[in-house]
């Protein structure tokens, strides 16, 4: 304690605070368009609360804490895994939906699922798996997200997946946006979402709920990575202070708290550049809401564009802070080299499984065709995505019995 006078009990909240009421847009359970398969709901939980907490349940969601958000899950135990960006970004999301009038308990599953169709090592291994699988389709982790919500989590008697809501399978497939349309024929979807028993309305806009939940990914990621690269030492909080978004926040609190250790001025910057940007995201939303006048979720999916999004300056703000951390984090050479080690080995296990199918367990074998055909590749690049980054180092040790430092 610090000795500071106590808020009194009442005077937490900002005298502005309020509870929105339930927007006319947002996506209500009510309405649902249900499951695929037929299920007795919940009598104490909404159908999206329920999709949340399969998600939490699941085991794709549990192998998220150790798989790579930008370092490999032995760097050390305060840097972001796939978990805890998830969490972060739940976390905005929700706050965002109940700012905006809208459905948390649907914007928290989204945001929480969002990650689980990565595979391990980031996005080095989902390009390592895509240049492996370019014969077979290539490889999208959006996609092999709904592969693993809808054919490979086996935890249900009834049906194999975890049965989500479609809204929930929607906002997972396009939540970045429409995927076909003008410039994005059917032809170039990847094979899951284009072969999906159910129609999830490719070329529409998804609820807004979704669109947030994409937005809270952006902030929570370009802020956690700050911190991540901070704390790395791949460069210093002067380094940023020309950077847009970033840079002012950082002078002013550097200026404010002279000689303030590394970990506080990183806590105090992102804390408040995270702020600037939740509360742009919410004006700029709910400006783009009072033109367009949704009176529907309905009216949000047929919106020429999305209604979610960030103002035309903090964008451009954006952009330079991401190029960025492109430059000094994403592309630093200590990253680039791990990056390399990590590609070499999933190439390595792709080529051997795929060679020869009985490397793999038995119920993974049994899913296989003749050994590197279409079928046994697409086994191979689904068992390969589900692994965390220890376990497949794990299996590069046991099939070639010699480590890999990645």
């Known amino acids: 304690m610090t000795g500071k006078t106590r808020i009194p009990p009442g005077r937490l909240l900002g005298p502005e605070f309020h509870a929105p009421p339930r927007a006319l847009y947002a996506t209500e359970a009510q309405t649902s368009r249900g499951r695929y398969w037929p299920e007795e709901e919940s009598p104490t939980r909404s159908c999206y609360q329920r999709d949340r907490d399969r998600i939490i349940h699941s085991t794709a969601f549990r192998r998220l804490k150790h798989k790579t958000q930008v370092f490999v899950e032995h760097e050390g135990d305060y840097y972001r895994t796939r978990l805890t960006h998830s969490l972060e970004v739940a976390q905005i999301a929700r706050s965002l939906a109940r700012l905006l009038g809208l459905d948390e308990d649907l914007a928290e599953a989204l945001a929480l699922s969002h990650d689980i169709g990565h595979p391990p090592f980031g996005h080095a291994g989902e390009e390592a798996l895509d240049a492996c699988m370019q014969a077979h389709g290539g490889f999208d982790h959006n996609a092999q997200a709904l592969t693993l919500v809808t054919r490979l989590e086996h935890r249900y008697a009834d049906f194999d997946g975890l049965n989500l809501t479609w809204e929930c399978l929607e906002g997972l497939v396009k939540h970045n946006g429409p995927l076909i349309g003008e410039g994005a024929p059917r032809e170039s979807l990847p094979e899951a979402i284009a072969n999906f028993e159910w129609d999830l309305e490719l070329a529409t806009q998804p609820g807004l709920e979704a669109q947030i939940a994409a937005l809270a990914d952006d902030i929570a990621y370009v802020n956690h990575d700050i911190d991540d690269g901070l704390r790395a030492g791949l460069f210093a909080a002067e380094d940023l202070f020309e950077v847009a978004l970033a840079g002012p926040v950082f002078r002013a609190q550097a200026a404010a708290h002279p000689g303030l250790e590394r970990g506080r001025?990183?806590?105090?910057?992102?804390?408040?550049?995270?702020?600037?940007?939740?509360?742009?995201?919410?004006?700029?939303t709910e400006r783009r809401l009072g033109i367009a006048k949704p009176r529907s979720v309905g009216n949000i999916r047929a919106a020429a564009g999305p209604l979610a999004g960030f103002s035309a300056p903090l964008a451009t703000e954006l952009a330079e802070l991401k190029e960025f951390l492109f430059k000094r984090m994403y592309r630093h050479s200590q990253v680039m080299q791990r990056i390399a080690r990590a590609q070499k080995a999933l190439v390595a296990l792709f080529e051997a499984f795929a060679a020869d199918p009985r490397l793999l367990p038995k119920d993974w074998q049994a899913a296989c065709g003749a050994p590197s055909d279409g079928v046994t590749a697409r086994t191979v690049c689904d068992y390969i995505a589900g692994m965390t980054d220890r376990y497949a180092l794990q299996e590069y040790k046991r099939i070639f019995h010699v480590e890999i430092a990645v």
């Open 265 to 284: 001025l990183s806590g105090e910057a992102v804390r408040r550049v995270t702020t600037r940007m939740v509360s742009d995201l919410a004006a700029e």
